[in-house]
Every structure is written in C-alpha cells, then in structure tokens.
C-alpha cells in the first residue's frame, strides 16, 4: 500500500522499462510492546525502500501512460496501440 509518508516515483527508461520506485523518508522501524496484566502483545514493523522494473512490449503507447493512487493503492494504465494487420508475402524461391 501507497501511503502519504512515502515518496513515489514513476519513470519510463530509454530502453521501455517502467520503473515504479517508493521511497520512504528514512528507512523506518517501528515496535510495539504491551503488557497488559501478564498478556504479551508484540508488533514490529519495517519499512523499505521498493524499486520494481518492469520491460514493457512494443504495443503499449508510451506517451499515454497514466498513474493514480487511489485508498492507498497505485494504478498504472498502459493502453495498446492499434493492432496492425499483418501482411504476409510470399517470397519466390528460385
């Protein structure tokens, strides 16, 4: 989940990887610790840095890539671009 303490990032490289990159203020480490009359409660939570590549294929329009983070989740929409009709030729072999 994308939240509001994390710095997202999204690029496209020159050779069509898209590289979705969070990165937290500092890399954080949260613990918990309850005793609640001899009940024990324990939480520990870490949080990272997170890079991700991902090579896109050669129908998706480049240009119309869009991103949106909606209740914490990130949405990346890549349309395709129309499909071209293949032409097939015969080649006469001699």
Do not use: W
Not at 48 to 58: A, F, G, I, R
């Amino acid at each position: 989940m994308v939240g509001s303490q994390q710095c997202l990032m999204i690029s496209l490289t020159l050779i069509s990887c898209l590289v979705p990159t969070v990165q937290h203020p500092q890399s954080m480490s949260r613990s918990k610790h309850e005793d609640k009359h001899h009940h024990y409660l324990r939480r520990e939570f870490s949080y990272s840095n997170y890079e991700q590549n991902y090579v896109l294929p050669d129908d998706v329009e480049k240009d119309q890539i869009s991103a949106k983070v909606e209740d914490g989740i990130l949405t990346i929409t890549m349309p395709k671009t129309e499909s071209k009709k293949k032409v097939t030729k015969a080649i006469e072999v001699s």
